[in-house]
């Protein structure tokens, strides 16, 4: 019913700059807010920044200053600019929407897509 599809993902050198997409399409009412999480080999997934229906946004600490995130709610669109890109920031980047779908009594549910590789290497 409900499908996030990003776009964005690559290899850059460190200091570089990438931006990735995520695209929320299906029977949905309302997005609430959308987000980007990430995981590393080995850890666990950590969210990078998030944005409310409303614009409010919220950053890790790690990524504050480096990255933007922004939206665009007649696309059901989230993007994610990063700049000053590290090594550390090599992850798995999935996009998050907490959404209510069109469906008698539907209440709030968190949607993922499927992960796009950001790998940050000379």
């Known amino acids: 019913q409900v499908q996030l599809v990003e776009s964005g993902g690559g290899l850059v050198q460190p200091g570089g700059s990438l931006r990735l997409s995520c695209a929320a399409s299906?029977?949905?009412?309302?997005?609430?807010?959308m987000g980007w999480y990430r995981q590393a080999p080995g850890k666990q997934r950590e969210l990078v920044a998030a944005i409310t229906r409303g614009g409010t946004t919220n950053y890790a600490d790690s990524v504050e200053g480096r990255f933007t995130i922004s939206s665009d709610n007649a696309k059901n669109t989230v993007y994610l600019q990063m700049n000053s890109l590290k090594p550390e920031d090599t992850a798995v980047y999935y996009c998050?929407?907490?959404?209510?779908?069109?469906?008698?009594?539907?209440?709030?549910?968190?949607?993922w897509g499927q992960g796009t590789q950001v790998t940050v290497s000379s």
């Open positions: 299906g029977t949905i009412l309302v997005i609430n807010a």
């Open positions: 998050n929407a907490n959404l209510i779908i069109r469906s008698v009594g539907a209440g709030p549910e968190d949607y």
